[in-house]
């Protein structure tokens, strides 16, 4: 078969016949209230989008060249009952493990048991300020050769929980000391954007706050970074908005670290968002969960935690878990993904929004510089009263109908009792205390109407 162009016949449409098109089938219905719609993150999204939108664009993104890690994350309770479910999951279809450590007491022997440490990619996401803890990290990746990734971020603590681990100049220290001593991890250092999506940021709001969070670290430490940074980041539900996303991250970091001569490249974990899922009809999360994780893979996430759909309210959810990474397993095995044949690179949408939402974000990112940076304005309060802000939009949109969740807004089954299967508390817990600044709250949607019809179940 001879190779020509199947499409050389037709003769090309340029965009202004599009519109003209498009004007003339609308029969007098105005063009932009009818079909440019207007996003949270004050950008007007056309019908169409064509080689013209990519005219005005001054980069040329790339994917990471690495196919995503199907990552399993296990909360550390009991070393052996991780270090079981760890096995469990690797014969499952994970092929990394993200351990959530709360004490530095752990015993890593225990922890890590028979678990192949040249193979598996390990992420150490630490609940405490431990810098000889790291350093033992460091000791051993040395040793073994393991793939060890260490999310420590003594800021996203303080933005989570409104104190520093000890005091600021103690937690800046113990980061020095771990960025100083640790060139044989992976990633020593990382920043947590999934906070500031369950709390309710925008996308350009997400994109910033990183961007500042990250800087802050910069600010101190970009002579010692010697690791690639870590970031952690919720995808959430509108789908190429969130493909783009993790696309800016990538170019938003590249600027900012260029001007600081650090490692350009950065590594990016992705979940799915807790702020859209619901307890009742709780399957219909894994509908969510699904488009969710192809927004992270498309995006150019390195690694990719699901999260078991009855997670929010079942303390033992095997099965949950069972089928979350099942769905990672298809999207990588049965679709035949890689980076190479990524549908989204040179697409004219994903392209302009990526474009859209990197040059954004830059404008604000340099307002909060311009206002004395991240923690400045967190001490104020600006940072939380702005998420606050587009929280409160986004809920009244729920609240409205105009956001959907099928089983909680929309769809509603009456008969659908849940009560009875609560083995976690679901919903924001309330404790009141003395902080250093005001925490950032991670908030659902549907936590109203879900209180409210448990309270009316009979």
């Known amino acids: ?7 050389e016949e037709f003769n090309s449409v340029s965009a202004k016949a599009w519109k003209q098109k498009i004007q003339f089938d609308l029969n007098g219905a105005d063009y ?25 664009i001054p980069f040329n993104f790339k994917s990471t060249s690495n196919t995503f890690k199907i990552t399993q994350s296990i909360y550390v309770n009991s070393e052996e009952k991780s270090n079981n479910l760890a096995q469990i999951a690797l014969q499952d279809g994970a092929e990394a493990l993200a351990f959530n ?35 033992k990290l460091d000791v051993m990746a040395s040793e073994i050769k393991a793939s060890f990734y260490v999310n420590f971020d003594i800021i996203g603590h303080l933005t989570e929980d409104g104190n520093w681990y000890n005091t600021l100049n ?11 001593n640790s060139s044989h991890l992976n990633s020593s250092i990382s920043v947590n954007l999934e906070l500031y999506q369950n709390a309710g940021a925008t996308i350009t709001q997400q994109l910033a706050y990183g961007l500042a969070h990250v800087n802050e670290y910069l600010n101190r430490f970009s002579e010692i970074f010697k690791t690639k940074i870590t970031f952690k980041v919720a995808t959430g539900s509108n789908y190429f908005f969130e493909i783009a996303k993790l696309r800016a991250l990538r170019v938003l970091w590249h600027t900012l670290a260029s001007e600081y001569n650090v490692n350009t490249e950065c590594h990016i974990i992705a979940c799915p968002s807790k702020r859209n899922k619901t307890i009742y009809d709780c399957k219909t999360n894994m509908l969510r969960t699904a488009t969710e994780s192809m927004s992270a893979i498309l995006g150019g996430a390195d690694s990719v935690c699901n999260m078991a759909f009855d997670s929010l309210f079942h303390k033992h959810h095997t099965a949950g878990e069972q089928k979350a990474r099942q769905q990672l397993v298809i999207l990588k095995k049965e679709t035949d993904y890689t980076p190479i044949n990524n549908p989204v690179n040179g697409s004219y949408y994903i392209e302009t929004l990526t474009h859209q939402l990197a040059e954004k974000s830059l404008a604000l990112f340099k307002d909060l510089e311009a206002q004395g940076g991240f923690l400045k304005l967190l001490k104020g309060g600006l940072i939380q009263k702005k998420i606050k802000e587009s929280a409160q939009k986004e809920q009244e949109q729920f609240n409205a109908g105009e956001i959907a969740l099928i089983g909680t807004n929309s769809n509603i089954n009456p008969e659908s009792r849940i009560k009875d299967q609560l083995d976690l508390y679901p919903f924001v817990k309330q404790n009141p205390r003395k902080t250093l600044i005001e925490p950032i709250i991670p908030r659902r949607l549907a936590e109203t109407i879900e209180q409210h019809r448990l309270k009316t179940e009979k």
Request: proline content about 3%; some cysteine.
């Open 101 to 135: 450590i709360a004490t530095e007491h752990c015993d890593l022997s225990k922890l890590l048991q028979n678990i192949d440490l040249h193979l598996v990619p390990i992420y150490f996401d630490l609940q405490f300020c431990s810098s000889k803890f790291i350093e």
């Open 170 to 180: 103690a937690d800046h220290r113990a980061l020095e000391t771990v960025l100083k």
């Open 32 to 56: 932009n209230k009818t079909l440019i719609w207007h996003s949270n993150e004050d950008i007007n999204v056309k019908p169409f989008y064509s080689k013209d939108d990519l005219k005005t």
């Open 1 to 7: 078969m001879s190779n020509t162009n199947l499409f």
